[in-house]
């Protein structure tokens, strides 16, 4: 054992604008670290202020109670005897950036401005601020006089430079930069950069877990050297859910990582290492070795502190972690699970629903429930996250913690000072309104199984009839216009029955409101609920519901998940807590249920209405979204990928786009949801697109008609060609062009 170092990376569940509840939290995983024996802590992206703060950026506010909450970290005792870097806003020569600012016992060592922004996907990051181009340059930052009179500083370090204390050497990088194709991690370890912080701000996707893991793992497997990789937990306080995960990376293997769904604010990860096994890996790689012996010097700060402990006090180093998707039972020791995406959307959007319900000052959830797989995943995401809290009530309780943050939230929900969670269905019964919204137009059997689950999730639950509430509204309708509409099925005209079907639908969001308001009032409680939407991301791709009906809610925590998925998570979610109900959801049509029974019997199929399935609708988003095609591109990628014929390929792309461009306005007032597909259709925040458009796509569409065109004349070319080659006189004498003659005799 040469020098051992011991490190810690923090997972945060910060709040943009939460200035007072950010400090609290970074202070806690400063003293967390400090007791697990770590010298050196790093943090998540803009911890200070919140990664969420948007155009708030623009302010010069923002500006000031940043350096406000680092002149409290700078001379906090907490922060002694500790190196810590911290990430938040600062302007440099009038020019904002995203910094890291790494201190050590009341002294800025170095502020480092992030080099490459991130701006795909949600992010937005060259909006607010601009990108550090100075490579290996620093300069002198005149530090706020508030910030001087701690630090004793005027100015310190600002640029791309690195910390060299007596043992070993630490660098900086932040998110995108692992990603970049010239990330600076590589350039820095050859430089002899033996320690790479990344303060990041990662965000959930589905199916995204093992890419996070990998990019870390490949910093440090060509060059060595350690990796600590520090992300933000939870919602706040936009669609984002940030699904820490923060780990620590030694020569190419995680050595240890912290979870990434959890409901606890504060997350710190440690792990002891051995300098000298840094220095051995690399020098092992010679080419590696050859490269470094040219490469170009950073600009160094010197400090006067060791991270390695002495010799009488160094710690086990900790052996690398083992990943596996297939593992069974909880995670162990050296053993971290990735999970299934089932397993993913029964978390992440329930984590996302605890931040934004405690954070909202609401006492629960109002949810119209129909007894689809729609709501009914929405149903099963409330009951999960009800488990999360009582499991993590239940650990903080069994380690006697004094201060349960979890059961503090919890109690101030409900407006009950002595209630303590014990079981995830009392609590479900607590917290979570359902009601079953019927009309004339409802089945007995979706009722049923609206009840039926209800019960056995435990929500309280009411079953109700809202056909007076139509007939007045049609009645108003009826009296100004001295006309009947009339549904399809009674001979009514398209118009007709749509209109009919929305008003069901609406009048069920303006019923859903009321109830929302009143119910805890009906219960005893003081507060409101927060309405619960449950329209998916395909629908919301094809733009198949009622504007302004009940998808449009105070939040959505299904709208970023594909039908195909919430089925497969109701099915693990049936297996898990054993919910029978969900056995009938699952083998049920999908039905909106807004026209006319025939013989009591469903008549009215989603898939039939939109003309496409939802296996379709994912192709299409995904292939919209993800390959950035148009029409033209989509039929022709289609081609290849669908065993149909193009003629049929050119009529489902044709209705797609035409679907998609007539109901794109909706996108407009789509129900805030915890993004989670990648092809979400999310306007304004993820899918920047117009939402007026020309539906007939009258050019695209005829760039489709001509390549379809083309393949039938080339395969009537060749079915004629076959004809000749099938005939006697061909197969005997071959062609006119001196081709081989077939073998063969005249029959």
Same mark, same amino acid.
């Given at each position: ?15 943009? !604008?939460d ?9 806690k ?6 007791k ?12 200070? $202020? ?5 155009? #708030? ?7 000031? #109670? ?5 002149a ?15 990430g ?52 002198? #930052? ?8 701690i ?9 791309d ?7 070993? $050497? ?6 995108e930069?692992?990603w =970049? ?29 093992y ?5 870390v ?21 936009g669609?984002?859910y940030?699904?820490g ?20 604010d ?5 792990a ?9 890996y690399?020098?092992s ?25 002495k010799?009488? #006090? ?14 069974n ?17 029964s978390?992440?959007?329930?984590c ?22 729609d ?9 999960? !996250?009800?488990d ?6 239940k ?9 349960s &943050? ?6 101030k929900?409900?407006?009950?000072c ?6 995830p269905?009392?609590?479900? =019964? ?8 019927g009309?004339?137009?409802s ?29 007045a509204v049609?009645?108003?309708?009826q ?8 549904f399809?099925v ?10 009919l079907? =929305? ?10 409101y009321l109830?929302a308001?009143l ?31 009940c998808?449009s ?14 089925k497969r998570?109701?099915?693990?979610f ?7 109900a969900?056995?009938?959801?699952l ?38 979204? &993800?390959? $950035?095609a ?30 998609y461009?007539? =109901? ?6 789509l129900?805030?949801? $915890? ?34 065109? &083309?393949?039938v ?5 060749? !079915? ?11 197969r ?16």
């Amino acid at each position: 054992m040469g020098r051992t170092v011991t490190v810690a990376v923090c997972t945060l569940n910060q709040w943009a !604008m939460d200035f007072e509840g950010n400090l609290k939290r970074i202070l806690k995983s400063i003293e967390d670290a400090q007791k697990a024996g770590a010298r050196y802590r790093s943090g998540p992206e803009l911890e200070i $202020c919140g990664y969420s703060c948007e155009d #708030h950026f623009y302010e010069s506010d923002t500006l000031l #109670h940043s350096w406000e909450v680092l002149a409290s970290l700078l001379g906090s005792s907490v922060c002694k005897d500790i190196l810590v870097d911290v990430g938040m806003p600062v302007m440099h020569k009038n020019v904002t950036y995203n910094c890291r600012v790494a201190f050590l016992n009341r002294r800025i060592l170095l502020i480092r401005p992030k080099m490459h922004l991130c701006d795909d996907g949600n992010y937005r990051e060259s909006r607010w601020f601009s990108p550090w181009t100075k490579e290996r340059t620093v300069e002198d #930052h005149f530090l706020p006089n508030k910030i001087a009179q701690i630090t004793e500083q005027s100015v310190v370090p600002f640029g791309d430079a690195v910390i060299s204390t007596w043992d070993t $050497c630490v660098g900086f990088e932040m998110c995108e930069e692992l990603w =970049n194709p010239l990330s600076n991690h590589i350039p820095m370890s050859l430089d002899g950069v033996e320690i790479i912080a990344n303060g990041s701000g990662s965000y959930f996707e589905l199916r995204k877990a093992y890419v996070t893991v990998d990019m870390v793992k490949a910093a440090t497997f060509k060059s060595g050297g350690c990796y600590m990789f520090s992300n933000l937990r939870g919602c706040d306080g936009g669609r984002l859910y940030f699904n820490g995960g923060s780990s620590i990376a030694l020569n190419g293997q995680i050595l240890n990582r912290g979870r990434q769904f959890a409901l606890e604010d504060v997350e710190v990860t440690t792990a002891t290492f051995d300098l000298e096994d840094i220095r051995t890996y690399r020098n092992s790689i010679r080419s590696r070795s050859n490269s470094a012996a040219k490469s170009q010097p950073y600009p160094r700060v010197k400090v006067d502190f060791a991270l390695a402990s002495k010799p009488l #006090h160094s710690r086990v180093p900790h052996r690398p972690l083992l990943f596996d998707s297939n593992l069974n039972g909880e995670e162990g020791v050296n053993k971290v699970k990735y999970y299934t995406p089932e397993e993913e959307i029964s978390m992440a959007p329930a984590c996302w629903l605890w931040d934004y319900l405690r954070r909202s000052c609401q006492g629960g959830f109002f949810l119209p429930l129909s007894g689809g797989v729609d709501s009914s995943s929405t149903a099963c995401l409330v009951y999960s !996250m009800c488990d999360m809290i009582v499991e993590s009530v239940k650990k903080e309780t069994e380690a006697s913690v004094a201060d349960s &943050q979890v059961l503090s939230d919890i109690r101030k929900i409900v407006g009950d000072c002595s209630y303590t969670p014990t079981d995830p269905k009392q609590l479900c =019964n607590t917290i979570l309104v359902t009601c079953y919204m019927g009309t004339e137009n409802s089945s007995a059997e979706t009722k049923a199984r609206a009840a039926e689950l209800a019960s056995q999730i435990g929500s309280y639950h009411h079953g109700i009839v809202i056909d007076g509430a139509v007939s007045a509204v049609l009645g108003i309708f009826q009296q100004v216009s001295k006309l009947t509409p009339r549904f399809r099925v009674q001979g009514g005209s398209p118009r007709e029955n749509l209109a009919l079907q =929305n008003i069901q639908a609406r009048l069920r969001m303006v019923i859903a409101y009321l109830f929302a308001q009143l119910m805890l009032w009906v219960r005893g409680r003081p507060g409101g609920l927060l309405v619960l939407g449950s329209s998916n991301v395909d629908e919301a791709l094809r733009g198949y519901f009622t504007k302004y009906d009940c998808s449009s809610a105070d939040i959505n925590p299904i709208g970023g998940i594909a039908k195909n998925d919430l089925k497969r998570f109701l099915k693990f979610f049936r297996q898990k807590h054993g919910i029978s109900a969900l056995d009938g959801i699952l083998d049920a049509p999908p039905t909106a249920e807004l026209e006319p029974l025939q013989h009591g019997q469903l008549a009215q199929l989603d898939e039939v209405d939109m003309g496409m399935t939802y296996n379709e609708l994912g192709t299409f988003g995904r292939l919209r979204k &993800q390959n $950035c095609a148009g029409p033209f591109s989509m039929y022709t990628k289609l081609t290849h990928i669908w065993d149909t014929p193009p003629k049929e390929i050119a009529a489902k792309v044709k209705h797609f786009y035409q679907c998609y461009a007539i =109901n794109r306005h909706k996108m407009t007032i789509l129900t805030p949801s $915890c993004h989670a597909e990648i092809y979400s259709p999310d306007d304004n925040r993820f899918d920047h697109r117009p939402f007026l458009y020309n539906h007939t796509w009258k050019w695209q569409f005829n760039a489709i008609d001509e390549q379809v065109n &083309q393949i039938v004349r080339s395969e009537q070319h060749l !079915m004629n060609e076959l004809e000749v080659r099938a005939t006697p006189r061909y197969r005997l004498f071959g062609s006119a062009t001196g081709n081989k003659p077939y073998p063969g005799v005249i029959v």
